[in-house]
């Protein structure tokens, strides 16, 4: 074996090299340093979810016990996957007071905040929130789970228009009266406040507090189904998917998830 004698100069040349191995390389420009060393920003949505057999009263005119419950489950399965695949959402949450809601978002993949009763959208969103403050969240995408043209492409392109920057970013609803996307940074930036003209207040909320609101027509995050009309606008827009939500296979990860809801369903 070779016997190597070093001076103490060569010694102290060659530890500073093994300590600095990447010395001789080129450096990074400090554009590129100060983007590596912000931290990437943290985006959950939060899907709020009444319990199934008090869903879409509203269609009860045109929809049976069980067509009802059958379609508020499979357009929140479509939801919750959409939401689970695009891009730039970290974790998808829904708040819900119902076990059997709870059990059926986890094995998709969701994580499941339980509340203690169902209290609307609005305030299952405040409670959403609330669980969400000890994670330091950077925004919060805010979603109906009755989205029936939603994918996570369109949901990219919403991302992507929104921006990263503080301040809140939604979509109308197609009556230009209701808010089907409220997406804040910070979380609390505005308070959800849901239901009837919900998007002329989400409006003078920011204003008040002197952010930044972008608003994002998005055709197909405009519909959702609360009334017989939005069904008919459904089936104008793609009758394929209108007969896939109302008479679709029934067998499905969310039906199976709730056999007491369709239980209930079917005798109530």
Not at 22 to 36: A, E, G, K, T, Y
Not at 156 to 177: E, H, N, S, T, Y
Request: aromatic share 4%; net charge negative; proline share 7%.
């Amino acid at each position: 074996m070779a016997n190597y004698t070093f001076k103490g100069e060569e010694i102290s040349e060659t530890l500073a090299a093994l300590l600095n191995p990447l010395s001789d390389l080129p450096r990074i420009s400090s554009d590129v340093q100060r983007r590596m060393d912000q931290p990437a920003t943290t985006t959950w949505a939060l899907i709020p979810l009444k319990s199934a057999d008090r869903a879409k009263s509203r269609l009860a005119g045109v929809l049976s016990p069980v067509q009802r419950t059958r379609l508020f489950l499979t357009l929140a399965d479509r939801v919750i996957r959409a939401l689970l695949d695009t891009p730039g959402i970290d974790k998808v949450a829904l708040v819900t007071a119902s076990s059997e809601l709870a059990a059926f978002g986890r094995s998709l993949g969701a994580t499941a905040l339980m509340q203690p009763a169902d209290a609307g959208m609005s305030a299952a969103l405040d409670f959403g929130l609330r669980e969400l403050e000890p994670l330091k969240v950077d925004r919060v995408l805010m979603i109906p789970g009755d989205l029936p043209l939603i994918s996570p492409e369109v949901l990219a392109r919403f991302l992507a228009r929104a921006g990263k920057g503080p301040g809140i970013a939604l979509v109308p609803d197609r009556k230009g009266a209701g808010t089907n996307l409220l997406l804040c940074a910070p979380p609390h930036a505005v308070a959800p406040s849901f239901g009837e003209r919900s998007f002329e207040r989400h409006l003078a909320a920011a204003a008040a507090a002197g952010i930044e609101a972008r608003v994002l027509p998005i055709q197909e995050l405009a519909l959702d189904l609360d009334e017989p009309e939005d069904l008919e606008q459904l089936q104008s827009r793609d009758s394929a998917r209108a007969a896939q939500l109302l008479h679709g296979p029934e067998r499905t990860v969310a039906n199976e998830a709730l056999p007491e809801a369709r239980h209930r369903a079917v005798i109530g």
